[in-house]
Nanobody, 118 residues
Framework: EVQLVESGGGLVQPGGSLRLSCAASGFTFSSYFIAWVRQAPGKGLEWVSTINGGGGSTNYADSVKGRFTISRDNAKNTLYLQMNSLKPEDTAVYYC???????????WGQGTQVTVST
C-alpha cells in the first residue's frame, strides 16, 4: 500500500523557518518524481516544488524560489521541504504527492498545516 505521511508543520512568525518531511512507503521511492503542493485557506491547490527521483533536478514556483529548498533522502524514503523567510501568504496545508507522469499526481499525503503569523 502506497503511503505518504507529512510532518513538521506548525505556527511560525514571519521571517522564520520550518522543515517539512514526507515519509514514503509501499513503492520504490527513488523511481518517482515527488512534489509539494499547498492549499491556502479558501483557495485552490498551488504547486510548490518538484524533485526528480535521483534528487539532482528540482523546480520551484516563482512564489517560493530562493526561499524554499526541496530535497530527498532515498535511503530513508523521505522527502523534505526547507522553508526559510516565511511570509503570511505561505500559510497553507502542505501536501506531498507522487508524480506518476502521464497519470499525474496519483497518491497524496494527509497534509500538514503551516501557519505564518505574529
Amino acid at each position: 500500500e502506497v503511503q505518504l505521511v507529512e510532518s513538521g508543520g506548525g505556527l511560525v512568525q514571519p521571517g522564520g523557518s520550518l522543515r517539512l518531511s514526507c515519509a514514503a512507503s509501499g513503492f520504490t521511492f527513488s523511481s518517482y518524481f515527488i512534489a509539494w503542493v499547498r492549499q491556502a485557506p479558501g483557495k485552490g491547490l498551488e504547486w510548490v516544488s518538484t524533485i526528480n527521483g535521483g534528487g539532482g533536478s528540482t523546480n520551484y514556483a516563482d512564489s517560493v524560489k530562493g526561499r524554499f529548498t526541496i530535497s530527498r533522502d532515498n535511503a530513508k524514503n523521505t522527502l523534505y521541504l526547507q522553508m526559510n523567510s516565511l511570509k503570511p501568504e505561505d500559510t497553507a496545508v502542505y501536501y506531498c504527492t507522487r508524480d506518476s507522469g502521464y497519470w499525474g499526481y496519483d497518491y497524496w499525503g494527509q497534509g500538514t498545516q503551516v501557519t505564518v503569523s505574529t
